[in-house]
C-alpha cells in the first residue's frame, strides 16, 4: 500500500507437499492490486498540483497527505476482523467500490477540509485492498513458491506505481478526466476479483502478538522501512510541487517520478541477491542511508539538467526501496515463526507511521526553507537513520568481541 509494501504473511500456511499453485486466485489478487497501485502513483502528485493550484500551501498539503498515514494505522488491525465477517472476498469488493468512489470525490468536492475525511476513506479502503490481496497471494501458494510469488508480487506492483506518473504525465491535472482514469482503473480491480470468487482464502484466528515489544526488537529493520515510508509517500506527494518550483514542468515532475518507480521495479532483485551475500545486512542498509543522503543533497545541483536527474532518481530510487527489501531481510533473519509473523505486523505499522510524518516533515520544511526545503528534509530522514545503523553495527561488534572473550576465558 502506499503504501503496503509485499512482506511475508504468515496469516495462511498450505500444509508442505504437493500442494499446486492456484494460479487464477494469486493472479487475480495480484492484478487487483497491481490496479489500484496505478491509481495510486497517478493520484499522489495529481492531489498535491490540484491543491498546489488553488492556493493551499506546503505544509497543509502534506498534512492531508499525512492523513493516508493515519488511514493505515487505523485500517490494519481492523482488516481481519472485517474480512473473517465479511469474507476476504466480499471485504475486498467494498472496498474497491469505497476507494474508487472517493478516488473521483476529489473533482467534485471543492472545500480543502473535505478532503481530509475523503483521504481518510480513500486509503483505509486503499489499505484493506493491500492486507488482504497479500494474504490472498500468500495462501494460493505452497510454501515453497510463496517468494517466489510475492516477488512477482513486488515486481508488478511497481511497474504500476511506474505507470501512473506517467499517466498523469499524458493527461494533465485539469478537468474530471485524471480523475475518472483513477477511479476506473481501481474500479477494473473488481474484474479479476470476480474471476476467482470461488477461490478466495478463508481467514483463520491467529495468536496474539506482543506488537509494541517487535517495533523495538530490530530497530535497524524497522527504523528502515520507517525511513522508506516518510520518503515514499513525502516524496509521491510533494517532488511535483519541488518540481513545480524549480522549473519543470508538470510532464517533467511526473516522468522524473516515473524514474524513480522504473529503479524501484528494475533493482530490487539485485539487491535482494547482494543481501543474501553480505555478512551482516546492517552494513547494507547503512550503505543504502549514505546513497540517500548524498542523493537528497545532490537533488538541488540536479535541476537544470532534467537527464541527469532523471539517471540519478532511477538508480537513488532503487537504492533507496532496498530499505524496505533488506531491512524485510534482516528481520527475517532475526525472528522466526509466531515471532516473525507479529514483527511483520510492527514492519507495516512502522511503514505507515512514516507515511504519517514524512509528507508533513517535507511540506514543512519547503515552506521554512523554498523549494530545497524539500532536499533537506530526505536527508535529515537518511541522516537520522544512518546513526541508528552506525549505533547498531558498534552495539553488534562490542557484543561479539564480548562474546568472543568469554568463550576464550571458559
Known sequence: MPGLRPYPAEASRPPDGATPTDWLAAGAAIASITAVGIALGLGLPLLSIVLERRGISATLIGANTAVAGIASLIAAPLVTPIARSLSVRLTMLCAILL??????????????????????ALHFAITVLFVL??????????????????????????????????????VGSTGVLPFAIGSGVILFAALPLFAAWSRQPHIEAGASAAFWRHVLAVPTATGAVLVFGAVEAGGFALFPVFGGRVGFSEAGAAQLLTAVGLGNMLLQIPIGLVSDRVRDRRSLLALFAVVGLVGALCLPLLVEDWWLMATVLFFWGGVVAGLYTVGLAHLGSRLSGTELASANAAFVFCYSAGMLVGPQAMGGFMD???PNGFA???????????VLTILRLGFGRRRALGLQKRARQD
Open 133 to 170: 490481496s497479500e494474504f490472498w497471494i500468500s495462501a494460493a501458494a505452497p510454501p515453497h513458491r510463496r517468494g517466489f510469488m510475492l516477488g512477482i508480487y513486488a515486481t508488478v506492483l511497481s511497474l504500476g506505481f511506474a505507470v501512473g506518473p506517467l499517466i498523469f504525465g499524458v
Open 368 to 370: 521554512g526553507f523554498g
Open 376 to 386: 533537506y528534509a530526505l536527508a535529515l530522514f537518511f541522516a537520522l537513520y544512518l
Open 99 to 120: 476507494a474508487g468512489a472517493s478516488a473521483l470525490a476529489f473533482y467534485y468536492v471543492t472545500a480543502f477540509w473535505l478532503w481530509f475525511p475523503l483521504r481518510l
